[in-house]
């Protein structure tokens, strides 16, 4: 019987199905599976914030901590009218999983406002930050939960938090978030650190597969921070982008567009992505998902490829830049079609270890080259690519389900020798 619609979109069984596929393979015990399966500490926040125009709103703000076996939470905030605490949960459980596979010492964490901060002024998006940032300046900090960038925040949203956080503090506390602009401890390299690990696992995938990057065809669904840097770096390196889109639509063109145009197109001259005068066939942002290519980097949001569309797919990679950008029903079909998977908690993990980075660099004081920061980021992403690929050839599993038995075994082994505390 076919799963329900809204029970395959439930982005927290998602979670939770892939966490139990893989610890059913580590033969984890009873007691150990149920501590790695909860979130530690789940905080919802109201947040009263003075409008522009006098009225009073209260807006709802969650941050979830899901594991510091490892280190300190991490994870982002992003703002935005569809945040849920069962969305928050997901991506908490899926920051703990993915620092364990670059092997990062953190733990996962998430928080996020409901909002919608295109209809916000700059001062309302500066006390709805400052104001929920105030409710949890208890429970963040370096050492216990460093926030970052998601959804509907950016660099000045992270220094509006720093500097909330650094006045409960009493002391300039740079190291308490990451994603911040340069000039407050921000890192060199952290912009394009998402766009430039995606590439990174696309080149170490094509080495594997023996194709060529001159002849691989590549498709971007998003361009926002992740597919626009995605399909920038990977024009640079010689694919050929044939398919972009954002949230108005796409445009698919089998020759290829001129990425540094359409970038200046949409960031620098602001004009709608599929108005791009150069483009190619017009089509819905869902359907470039469908169109032949090699590579398919989806990198919008989750829950794009499900179950009741994963046998359209037409690539031979499927390189996950989003969070959740497949539904667990959807796996077996990719599965059975033989795509060679990227899954997000390695693929988009680029963005967490150089904030990992940055954090490393404000608690020094020291800060590195641009090329030393890429230089590091490639080192971490061949690397852990090559365990997962291990992983799955050992346990005869798809390279998802071997990044989740990479990270949870990991995870599991730091808990084991720390020990419960009573």
Same mark, same amino acid.
């Given at each position: 019987?076919?799963?329900?619609?809204?029970?395959? @979109?439930?982005?927290? /069984?998602?979670?939770?199905?892939?966490?139990?596929?893989?610890?059913?393979?580590?033969?984890? /015990?009873?007691?150990?599976?149920?501590?790695?399966?909860?979130?530690?500490?789940?905080?919802?926040?109201?947040?009263?914030?003075?409008?522009?125009?006098?009225?009073?709103?209260?807006?709802?703000?969650?941050?979830?901590?899901?594991?510091?076996?490892?280190?300190?939470?991490?994870?982002?905030?992003?703002?935005?009218?569809?945040?849920? @605490?069962?969305?928050?949960?997901?991506?908490?459980? #899926?920051?703990? #999983?993915?620092?364990?596979?670059?092997?990062?010492?953190?733990?996962?964490?998430?928080?996020?406002?409901?909002?919608?901060?295109?209809?916000?002024?700059?001062?309302?998006?500066?006390?709805?930050?400052?104001?929920?940032?105030?409710?949890?300046?208890?429970?963040?900090?370096?050492?216990?939960?460093?926030?970052?960038?998601?959804?509907?925040?950016?660099?000045?949203?992270?220094? #509006?938090?720093?500097?909330?956080?650094?006045?409960?503090?009493?002391?300039?506390?740079?190291?308490?978030?990451?994603?911040?602009?340069?000039?407050?401890?921000?890192?060199?390299?952290?912009?394009?650190?998402?766009?430039?690990?995606?590439?990174?696992?696309?080149?170490?995938?094509?080495?594997?597969?023996?194709?060529?990057?001159?002849?691989?065809?590549?498709?971007?669904?998003?361009?926002?921070?992740?597919?626009?840097?995605?399909?920038?770096?990977?024009?640079?390196?010689?694919?050929?982008?044939?398919?972009?889109?954002?949230?108005?639509?796409?445009?698919?063109?089998?020759?290829?567009?001129?990425?540094?145009?359409?970038?200046?197109?949409?960031?620098?001259?602001?004009?709608?992505?599929? &108005?791009?005068?150069?483009?190619?066939?017009?089509?819905?942002?869902?359907?470039?998902?469908?169109?032949?290519?090699?590579?398919?980097?989806?990198?919008?949001? /989750?829950?794009?490829?499900?179950?009741?569309?994963?046998?359209?797919?037409?690539?031979?990679?499927?390189?996950?830049?989003?969070?959740?950008?497949?539904?667990?029903?959807?796996?077996?079909?990719?599965?059975?079609?033989?795509?060679?998977?990227?899954?997000?908690? @390695?693929?988009?993990?680029?963005?967490?270890?150089?904030?990992?980075?940055?954090?490393?660099?404000?608690?020094?004081?020291?800060?590195?080259?641009?090329? &030393?920061?890429?230089?590091?980021?490639?080192?971490?992403? /061949?690397?852990?690519?090559?365990?997962?690929?291990?992983?799955?050839?050992?346990?005869?599993?798809?390279?998802?389900?071997?990044?989740?038995? @990479?990270?949870?075994?990991?995870?599991?082994?730091?808990?084991?020798?720390?020990?419960?505390?009573?």
């Amino acid at each position: 019987m076919p799963v329900a619609i809204q029970d395959e @979109l439930n982005v927290y /069984e998602s979670a939770e199905a892939r966490f139990e596929a893989a610890a059913q393979k580590l033969e984890l /015990e009873e007691g150990l599976y149920r501590y790695l399966k909860y979130p530690s500490r789940e905080i919802t926040v109201y947040v009263p914030v003075a409008l522009d125009n006098g009225h009073l709103e209260v807006f709802i703000g969650y941050r979830v901590l899901h594991s510091a076996v490892r280190g300190p939470g991490k994870g982002g905030v992003r703002f935005s009218p569809h945040v849920t @605490l069962d969305e928050v949960r997901a991506l908490a459980a #899926w920051m703990t #999983w993915k620092c364990a596979v670059v092997n990062v010492p953190f733990g996962g964490a998430k928080g996020g406002v409901i909002c919608d901060p295109s209809k916000l002024s700059r001062t309302e998006l500066e006390r709805v930050t400052r104001r929920y940032t105030a409710e949890l300046s208890d429970w963040l900090g370096p050492e216990r939960d460093i926030p970052a960038p998601d959804i509907g925040t950016n660099e000045q949203i992270m220094a #509006w938090v720093m500097d909330t956080y650094s006045m409960h503090v009493g002391q300039a506390t740079t190291a308490v978030v990451t994603g911040k602009p340069l000039d407050l401890g921000g890192s060199q390299g952290r912009r394009e650190a998402t766009g430039r690990g995606l590439m990174i696992c696309c080149n170490r995938a094509i080495d594997k597969l023996r194709m060529k990057r001159e002849s691989s065809r590549v498709i971007i669904q998003g361009f926002g921070n992740v597919g626009s840097q995605a399909a920038l770096l990977m024009h640079a390196a010689g694919y050929r982008i044939t398919g972009v889109a954002d949230i108005d639509g796409g445009l698919y063109n089998e020759n290829g567009f001129d990425v540094p145009k359409l970038y200046d197109w949409v960031y620098s001259q602001h004009r709608p992505l599929v &108005e791009f005068p150069a483009g190619g066939d017009a089509m819905s942002a869902q359907e470039i998902l469908f169109r032949p290519c090699d590579i398919l980097v989806p990198a919008a949001t /989750e829950n794009q490829i499900t179950s009741r569309n994963a046998h359209r797919l037409d690539c031979r990679i499927l390189c996950e830049g989003a969070n959740g950008p497949t539904t667990w029903h959807a796996d077996p079909v990719v599965r059975e079609k033989g795509i060679f998977i990227i899954p997000d908690i @390695l693929g988009n993990a680029g963005g967490v270890t150089v904030s990992y980075f940055e954090w490393v660099q404000d608690r020094q004081g020291f800060f590195w080259r641009e090329s &030393e920061v890429n230089e590091r980021l490639r080192d971490v992403m /061949e690397q852990s690519f090559d365990q997962v690929v291990h992983y799955a050839e050992a346990h005869r599993v798809d390279n998802r389900v071997a990044a989740y038995i @990479l990270s949870i075994d990991r995870v599991a082994r730091a808990l084991r020798l720390r020990g419960f505390y009573a």
